[in-house]
């Protein structure tokens, strides 16, 4: 078992909640968002956009549990959790390359790569 990969994982999830979070300021600063202010799509997609945060950085502490005690993830219930967390981090990278943006689909999908490889070994 590999604990530093879980780190290593749960490392990258902080990584994209910050960045995520330095991307919503920047996305909602945008002058076509600013125009719908105070609409129902704005207000949804400002707090959907920031809990996109919360969720990656809940994810980064579930994987630096499981890097504490990796014998976790031979629980089914854990094991379909990381699971279910790849899916999201594969399908968001192939949204974000689907629409040209292809430096957040490059960091994504590695951080998918290193999750996947992280929970494989543990």
Same mark, same amino acid.
């Given at each position: $078992?590999?604990?530093s990969l879980l780190q290593v994982s749960a490392g990258s999830f902080? =990584?994209?909640s910050v960045a995520h979070?330095? $991307?919503g300021k920047q996305w909602t600063s945008?002058?076509? =968002?600013?125009a719908i202010a105070g609409? /129902?799509?704005?207000?949804s997609g400002t707090v959907g956009w920031y809990q996109g945060?919360? =969720?990656?950085?809940?994810?980064?502490l579930l994987?630096?549990?499981?890097s504490r005690d990796p014998s976790l993830l031979q629980d089914p219930?854990? /094991?379909a959790i990381a699971g279910l967390v790849n899916v999201v981090l594969w399908a968001s990278s192939a949204w974000y390359a689907k629409y040209g943006i292809n430096d957040t689909a490059s960091v994504v999908g590695l951080c998918a790569a290193l999750q996947a490889w992280g929970v494989l070994v543990a």
């Open positions: $078992m590999s604990p902080v =990584f994209l979070t330095i $991307m945008d002058p076509r =968002f600013k609409t /129902k799509p704005w207000a945060s919360g =969720f990656l950085l809940l994810t980064g994987h630096w549990q499981w219930l854990n /094991k």
